[in-house]
């Protein structure tokens, strides 16, 4: 039998996104933030190829980017309702880590694979801001796949695009647990 880790085993099979609404002052230091980001780093990542990087939104920048995003709706046509609530993970913000996925050029390994890897940081930096004991939700929106927001918020690239908004500060009120997948509906085995 492999040596079994039942803390980190027991931490995944409870853990928990908590919602950035209810995520409340104060958030981690830089300091207390680079143990998180490192491990976030710890991802899978064919051919080291280092597709994405991070952007730490700290509190002081959360309401020039609700603005921004309350601009890009006007511009999209968006309604009041989304605005509001595109805008409120800004308004609402303590801090966030954008996880940025990059596309390096590369004939070896597909696209798709970097944008695997981008998406396995956002869940890594998720579940290493859960275990250092903060509250943290992995989110997006609507304006983070606008290019002109890309480039204007975060001064991204042709090349970059959001794959995630780790909003991370101290826990609120725990949400209760939510149904979770059928295991046996989505699960299938392959024996010859």
């Given at each position: 039998m492999p040596d079994r880790n039942a803390a980190a085993l027991e931490f995944l099979l409870t853990r928990r996104s908590?919602?950035?609404k209810?995520?409340?002052?104060?958030?981690?230091?830089?300091?207390?933030?680079?143990?998180?980001?490192?491990?976030?780093?710890?991802?899978?990542?064919?051919g080291m190829l280092v597709p994405w990087r991070f952007i730490v939104i700290e509190k002081g920048a959360m309401a020039r980017l609700a603005d921004l995003t309350e601009a890009t709706g006007?511009?999209?046509?968006?309604?009041?309702?989304?605005?509001?609530?595109?805008?409120?993970?800004?308004?609402?913000?303590?801090?966030?880590?954008?996880?940025?996925?990059v596309q390096r050029e590369t004939e070896k390994f597909p696209p798709v694979e970097m944008t695997y890897s981008a998406g396995a940081v956002c869940l890594s930096?998720?579940?290493?801001?859960?275990?250092?004991?903060?509250?943290?939700n992995w989110l997006s929106g609507w304006a983070s796949h606008d290019a002109d927001f890309r480039k204007e918020a975060f001064g991204l690239g042709a090349n970059e695009r959001i794959a995630?908004?780790?909003?991370?500060?101290t826990?609120?009120?725990?949400?209760p647990e939510r149904p979770r997948p059928d295991l046996a509906a989505i699960t299938?085995?392959?024996?010859?």
């Open positions: 908590r919602p950035a209810t995520l409340v002052a104060p958030a981690p230091t830089r300091d207390q933030l680079q143990e998180i980001l490192t491990a976030a780093a710890r991802t899978p990542d064919h006007q511009r999209l046509g968006k309604s009041p309702e989304d605005i509001t609530k595109g805008r409120s993970q800004f308004d609402l913000g303590q801090l966030a880590v954008v996880v940025v996925e930096l998720l579940n290493a801001a859960l275990a250092a004991g903060w509250g943290a995630g908004i780790v909003h991370i500060a826990e609120g009120p725990r949400p299938s085995y392959i024996s010859e």
